[in-house]
């Protein structure tokens, strides 16, 4: 991944508007913004062409692997159905996760806590 591309992705620390991830989506999809999150730390990683080049942001900003899971936001969306837990990224057999999807409730929970604290217009 260029520098350039790299610049496009952000980490988001504290809550960002629902104009903001719209601006994201625009430039990678248009309607799906692919992200990912560290559970440990509570920030996300937003943008990118797959998961893992918010992945790589994360883990340059000392992330822990264990620690980062993918989602998809789709900002034209209100609620449950405007995320997603989907990523290759995901597949972890060794910490119990054998599919694509977040299949640990607990889990999943945390990850949406954290989407929604930082992404709060999303209505989650």
């Known amino acids: ?63 822990a692997h264990e620690d980062l899971w993918g989602f998809n936001i789709y900002p034209d969306e209100r609620g449950d159905i405007a995320l997603e837990y989907v990523s290759l990224i995901n597949i972890r057999p060794a910490q119990g996760n054998r599919s694509m999807e977040i299949e640990d409730a607990k889990l999943r929970g945390s990850v949406k806590e954290i989407v929604k604290t930082l992404i709060p217009d999303l209505g989650l």
């Open 1 to 63: 991944m260029a520098d350039m591309e790299r610049n496009n992705i952000k980490i988001v620390r504290d809550a960002i508007s629902l104009q903001d991830v719209r601006k994201i989506a625009e430039h990678w999809y248009g309607t799906i913004v692919k992200g990912v999150v560290d559970v440990k730390r509570k920030v996300i990683a937003l943008g990118g062409e797959w998961h893992m080049d918010a992945n790589v942001v994360l883990l340059a900003d000392g992330s």
